[in-house]
Structures are given as C-alpha cells and as structure tokens.
C-alpha cells in the first residue's frame, strides 16, 4: 500500500496542478484516490449516466472527449487527454450530467475521486479550488510565473508590475503651493534630494509638477529670477494616477506623454510621485531616455536607431510581470511616438500647408495590439470641399509616400498588399471612405471582406479624431443592420483555423505552427464579428470582450477563458519573435510546439481549444 501511495505521489507531483497542493490536501488525496482500468474503446463518462459522480485523472493512456452525435465527431468537435490531465470537472462543479462522451482510446487506466471527496479537496486546498474554477488562467499563471524565474534567474521581483502605485511609494511627496517662489521650490527640492516639487492647493491636490528638465528650459535659459512664482514656470495640471493603478499602468500613462514622473493620488489627494527608475528597477535602459530620444529626433535615421532599442526594454518589461496585452499596448505607444515624429519631420519638406488630414493606422496598431515585428497599415482622411478631392489628394500623395518610406527605414516593413496612405485608394476624405466601406458592406466580395478585417479596426494617431470617430459609428451602424455581411465575416474568419486534429491533438508540420494566423487571428477576428453586430465602439481584443459581456452578448465564463487563452497566445509570439530577433530569422510567427515543455505545450493546446470554441459558436450564430 505504501508502494503504492508513493508511486502515484510521484506522479502527481509531475503535473500541475497536483504538483503544487499544500502538503494536507496532497496527504488527504493520496489515500482515496482508487485505480480503474479502461479497456481500449470503453467508455468512462456517459451524458445519459445523470450528474457526475467522479473525478478522473488519466495515470496512463488516453481519453477522448466526443459529442454524442457521430456526426458531430467527424466534423471536429472531439478533443483528447492525455495523462496528467483531468475530467469532468464542469459536471461536478454543476451537479449535472457530462455533456460528453469520454472513451478511452486505448488501454487507460485513470486515478478517480469520489464527487464528495473531490468536493472535500476544493474546500481544502486554495490551489486545487482555484484550478477547478479557473482552469486555463490558472494554468497560464503556473507559465507565467515560470518565465519570470527563468528571466529573473531566481530573483525577487516578479509580477512588481501589477503591483499597486501605492505599495511602490517609499517616501512623502516633495511639495509647496504654487505661489511659493522659485528659491522656494528649489531649495525644498535640495534638501530633500529629489529631482521634482509638486505644487498643491489646500486639499492637496496636485495643481503643477516642477522638474529639473524644466529648472534648465524654463529658468536656466530664460534667466528668470528666483523670486519668480513657481505657477510661471511649472507644468500645470499634472498627470495623476490612483494608488489602486497597477504599476504598468504607470508606465504606459509615461510611454504615452513623454514623462518621467506621474503623480500618485487617494481620493483625489497627493500621496506620492514616482519616477520611472521606481516602476522598471532592472534594466539602465530608460523608457524615458528612448522615448524623449524619439521626440527629440531630427532625422528619421536617429528614429531608427531608437527603435532599436525596443526588443531589449521590452524584455525588461516582461521580466518583471507585465501582461502581454500590457506590453502590446506599450510597443504601440512608442510606435505611435515614432511615427508622429516621423510626420512631423517630413512635413516640412512637402507643400502639404494649410490641408486638414488625420493619419490613420489600421490592424494591429489600430488595436494597440503591435508585436515587436510588423509591417505599414496607415492611410489618411483628409476634410476638403466637395469637388476638390483630386486636387488635395495630388498634394498628399507625395508626402503620404515619402512617410512610407520612412517607415520603412524604422523597421514598420511596408506593406504587402498595399495598406499604405501612399497608396491613392488610402488616401481619401471622409465621404469617400465612408463610400468605400458602405460598398464592401453592401456588396460583401471576397476581397471586400479581407479589406474590412484590416481597415475595419481603425484610430487616429495624427490630427483631428473628431472625423475618425464619426466614421467608426457609421461603420457600426451600417454593419449591425445587415447582417448578412456579418455573416461573410463570420465565414471568413473560419478560414483561419487552429491547428486541432480530429481528436484535439496539435497538428504542427514541418514548418510548425504560424501562431500569429492559426493562433490570434481567430480571436481577433471573431471578437471583431461580435463588436460589429452588437455595435461596441471598443478595437482593442480584449476590450471588445469585455464590452460583449456588458452587451449581453457573450457569457462571462467565455470571455474570461478567452482572455487567458488570448494572453498567452499574445505572449508566446512576443517570446518567438524576440528569439527570431537574437537568431537573425525571419520566421518570427512560427512555433514548434515539440519543444515546448509539457506544462506549455498542455496551455497551447488548451488556448487552441478555446480559439475553435469561439469559432464554434459564431458557426451556431451565423448557422454556417
């Protein structure tokens, strides 16, 4: 019996979550966990059995998972377990019955638990309760943290960027009022050896940041006397953040302004500034360094050569616990800054005066969604009176194009199939893109609906968003009342499938697996399908979920599996494309899920699962 026990410990402490139950829960498990052979073919669970009565961890073998209807096994709706995996926990956690068949499909022999005493083990273990209800986040965690032991080389610090503002404050703010003096201010600031004073009023509320930068641009070079009042020279209305504020929301709100401290605040009160060195504390490269560096360029050549740097401090960020939705976001922001810049300086060689345009980022920049490698998708709308198009549009063109160029010269590869502002059918004012995607609309053409998956997510980044935004609701609008357009969609995105076989398992061939089209598209474009038809102004994937679920339009135990399984997707391509980086390859999409550990390879297949459910149930939507 002891041989016994010990043999299945050993096991168990070879799969999550087992591997990690707190002594007790392991020590109650082991002895009531009873062993069953299945032969080849045998069922183990049955829809028409009633409620679940057992928990079942697969020791050996293999379990497939099949609807009960044969047709629906042909057409893919079966998955396979493999050992170390478990089932059927939904059933037990409802008390109702499996809604599918479990067959072993050869000989198996499974570990089970009695529904009580599984229920025993959930109230017992934190770690077993927490994997039963949340199954892939929890997993993905488990990933998670096992990256950042490995980047951190068994260093504290891991996850500091989800860490509250509030709990990275280590000392009072420096402050005055804003009528206080220049010599006032700076002497406050020698004795307390800080870099920056907030002004604020008598309820302690931030009304202005004075910065050494500001010291040398504003007094220095000015030769103001020190007897000048801070409010003349400070930054007025300063930037705050809530000490509830993740810590990567800090450095995002920096990325995106161009800041080096962010004020922090409870209840509208100062209670600390941070600096970016107390956010990012592992890496001598600055997020303010490279993006002051960007907005300070005067030749797209010195644009280049900051974005270069992106890969290293993005590998910093990871290190230290950002989200992979986070860092995507964070890559946009500097991408944004580069080409504002990039505007900015070729302006000034082009007769462009006078002409009121927005440039326009569509895809993935659109979404904020940009991985550390991407290509152009960017057009212009542009506002001119009727008749005149042609004649503004001959104007633009030429800048349009040398701005591509640019790009192009930062390392954003011009695009493929031509979604580029310096391409005349991207360069439009506001009537003719709303023609334009009222047509794909009501037309609906193959190449109509590959258009609609790019230019449909689409944001400002330079100009008036007034006109953008107005686009977006007649897009909306025109989509959620026809429906067979969403339909097309719907159907289309179908083509991009995840890469299950007939039983669940990861087909990878000799190329491996492009996780960028078999892996996010679908959940890119099937959460896209869901915003159109319930008109939720979001573009960003993960906000659209979430405003499906306030919609009614989706269930949150769905959304939730999604966002795990979208997170780790997202991440294991920002790992692929930084290996491809440091190899100098160009596949930076394409994964190998062999050599993957077991652990990943198990949330791969899981996230894989989760891609083709959304698929299954716009399928029973659209009835396609």
């Given at each position: 019996?002891?041989?016994?026990?010990?043999?299945?410990?050993?096991?168990?402490?070879?799969?999550?979550?087992?591997?990690q139950l707190?002594?007790?829960?392991?020590?109650?498990?082991?002895?009531?966990?009873?062993?069953?052979?299945?032969?080849?073919?045998?069922?183990?669970?049955?829809?028409?059995?009633?409620?679940?009565?057992?928990?079942f961890?697969?020791?050996?073998?293999?379990?497939?998972?099949?609807?009960?209807?044969?047709?629906?096994?042909?057409?893919?709706?079966?998955w396979?377990?493999?050992?170390?995996?478990?089932?059927?926990?939904?059933?037990?956690?409802?008390?109702?019955p499996?809604?599918?068949?479990?067959?072993?499909?050869?000989?198996?022999?499974?570990?089970?638990l009695?529904?009580?005493?599984?229920?025993?083990?959930?109230?017992?273990?934190?770690?077993?309760?927490?994997?039963?209800?949340?199954?892939?986040?929890?997993?993905l965690?488990?990933?998670?943290?096992?990256?950042?032991t490995?980047?951190?080389?068994?260093?504290?610090?891991?996850?500091?960027?989800?860490?509250?503002?509030?709990?990275?404050?280590?000392?009072?703010?420096?402050?005055?009022?804003?009528?206080?003096?220049?010599?006032?201010?700076?002497?406050?600031?020698?004795?307390?050896?800080?870099?920056?004073?907030?002004a604020?009023d008598?309820?302690?509320r931030?009304v202005?940041?004075?910065?050494?930068?500001?010291?040398?641009?504003?007094?220095?070079?000015?030769?103001?006397?020190?007897?000048?009042?801070?409010?003349?020279?400070?930054?007025?209305?300063?930037i705050?953040?809530?000490d509830s504020?993740?810590?990567f929301?800090?450095?995002?709100?920096?990325?995106?302004?161009?800041?080096?401290?962010?004020?922090?605040?409870?209840?509208?009160?100062?209670?600390?500034?941070?600096?970016?060195?107390?956010?990012?504390?592992?890496?001598?490269?600055?997020l303010?360094?490279?993006?002051?560096?960007?907005?300070?360029?005067?030749?797209?050549?010195?644009?280049?050569?900051?974005?270069?740097?992106?890969?290293?401090?993005?590998?910093?960020?990871?290190?230290?616990?950002?989200?992979?939705?986070?860092i995507?976001?964070?890559?946009?922001?500097?991408?944004?800054?580069?080409t504002?810049?990039?505007l900015?300086?070729?302006?000034?060689?082009?007769?462009?005066?006078?002409?009121?345009f927005?440039?326009?980022?569509?895809?993935?920049?659109?979404?904020?969604?940009?991985?550390?490698?991407?290509d152009?998708?960017?057009?212009?709308?542009?506002?001119?009176?009727?008749?005149k198009?042609?004649?503004?549009?001959?104007?633009?063109?030429?800048?349009?194009?040398?701005?591509?160029?640019?790009?192009?010269?930062?390392?954003?590869?011009?695009?493929?199939?031509?979604?580029?502002?310096?391409?005349?059918?991207?360069?439009?004012?506001?009537?003719?893109?709303?023609?334009?995607?009222?047509?794909?609309i009501?037309?609906?053409?193959?190449?109509?609906?590959?258009?609609?998956?790019?230019?449909?997510?689409?944001?400002?980044?330079?100009?008036?968003?007034?006109?953008?935004?107005?686009?977006?609701?007649?897009?909306?609008?025109?989509?959620?009342?026809?429906?067979?357009?969403?339909?097309?969609?719907?159907?289309?995105?179908?083509?991009?499938?995840?890469?299950?076989?007939?039983?669940?398992?990861?087909?990878?061939?000799?190329?491996?697996?492009?996780?960028?089209?078999?892996?996010?598209t679908?959940?890119?474009?099937?959460?896209?399908?869901?915003?159109?038809?319930?008109?939720l102004?979001?573009?960003?994937?993960?906000?659209?979920?979430?405003?499906?679920?306030?919609?009614?339009?989706?269930?949150?135990?769905?959304?939730?599996?999604?966002?795990?399984?979208?997170?780790?997707?997202?991440?294991?391509?920002?790992?692929?494309?930084?290996?491809?980086?440091?190899?100098?390859?160009?596949?930076?999409?394409?994964?190998?899920p062999?050599?993957?550990?077991?652990?990943?390879?198990?949330?791969?297949?899981?996230?894989?699962?989760?891609?083709r459910?959304?698929?299954?149930?716009?399928?029973?939507?659209?009835?396609?």
């Open positions: 019996m002891a041989d016994a026990l010990d043999t299945t410990r050993e096991f168990l402490n070879t799969h999550a979550p087992f591997d707190e002594p007790d829960a392991l020590e109650f498990l082991l002895p009531r966990l009873e062993t069953r052979f299945y032969a080849s073919g045998e069922r183990i669970t049955d829809p028409d059995s009633g409620p679940a009565q057992r928990f961890i697969i020791r050996q073998g293999r379990v497939r998972g099949e609807t009960p209807s044969e047709d629906e096994q042909i057409s893919g709706k079966a396979e377990l493999v050992p170390g995996e478990s089932f059927p926990i939904g059933a037990l956690l409802g008390r109702r499996v809604h599918t068949v479990h067959r072993a499909l050869e000989d198996t022999i499974c570990l089970e009695s529904v009580e005493d599984f229920d025993r083990l959930r109230s017992r273990s934190q770690v077993f309760s927490d994997f039963c209800s949340r199954r892939l986040a929890s997993l965690e488990r990933v998670h943290q096992g990256l950042l490995r980047n951190l080389g068994g260093a504290g610090g891991s996850g500091q960027l989800n860490t509250p503002l509030g709990a990275r404050i280590a000392r009072d703010p420096v402050t005055c009022a804003a009528d206080a003096s220049l010599r006032e201010a700076l002497s406050a600031m020698r004795d307390a050896r800080v870099g920056s004073i907030v604020v008598d309820d302690r931030p202005g940041i004075f910065t050494m930068t500001d010291l040398l641009a504003r007094v220095a070079l000015e030769e103001l006397p020190l007897d000048t009042a801070l409010r003349q020279v400070m930054t007025p209305d300063p705050a953040l809530p504020a993740p810590g929301e800090g450095i995002e709100t920096m990325a995106e302004h161009g800041m080096k401290h962010i004020c922090v605040v409870a209840d509208g009160r100062l209670v600390g500034v941070l600096g970016e060195r107390d956010l990012l504390t592992s890496h001598p490269l600055t303010d360094r490279l993006v002051r560096g960007i907005l300070r360029a005067d030749t797209v050549a010195t644009i280049a050569a900051q974005l270069r740097e992106v890969p290293r401090l993005i590998g910093a960020v990871i290190s230290q616990g950002a989200e992979a939705d986070q995507l976001r964070l890559i946009t922001r500097i991408n944004d800054h580069a504002r810049r990039v900015a300086l070729l302006r000034q060689e082009h007769d462009i005066e006078g002409i009121d927005t440039w326009l980022a569509f895809g993935s920049q659109a979404r904020e969604e940009q991985a550390l490698k991407t152009q998708d960017n057009g212009i709308l542009f506002r001119c009176d009727r008749g198009e042609d004649t503004v549009r001959a104007c633009l063109l030429p800048y349009a194009q040398a701005v591509n160029r640019a790009l192009d010269e930062c390392g954003f590869d011009l695009c493929p199939g031509d979604v580029m502002a310096g391409n005349p059918e991207c360069c439009l004012s506001g009537p003719e893109w709303q023609r334009r995607f009222g047509r794909w009501d037309q609906g053409t193959p190449e109509h609906l590959l258009k609609s998956s790019i230019f449909f997510d689409l944001r400002a980044i330079d100009g008036d968003r007034d006109p953008v935004e107005a686009l977006r609701s007649e897009l909306l609008r025109k989509t959620a009342f026809n429906s067979r357009f969403r339909r097309q969609m719907a159907a289309n995105q179908m083509s991009f499938r995840p890469p299950l076989g007939l039983f669940g398992e990861i087909r990878s061939g000799s190329g491996g697996v492009n996780i960028k089209l078999q892996g996010l679908p959940f890119v474009d099937g959460a896209r399908v869901i915003a159109l038809a319930a008109e102004p979001a573009t960003r994937t993960h906000d659209r979920l979430d405003q499906a679920v306030s919609a009614g339009a989706m269930r949150a135990n769905d959304a939730r599996d999604y966002h795990a399984a979208l997170r780790y997707l997202q991440m294991l391509r920002l790992r692929t494309q930084q290996q491809a980086l440091d190899a100098d390859r160009e596949d930076s999409n394409r994964i190998r062999e050599e993957l550990g077991t652990l990943e390879a198990r949330v791969l297949k899981e996230a894989f699962r989760q891609a459910k959304l698929q299954g149930q716009l399928a029973v939507q659209y009835q396609l």
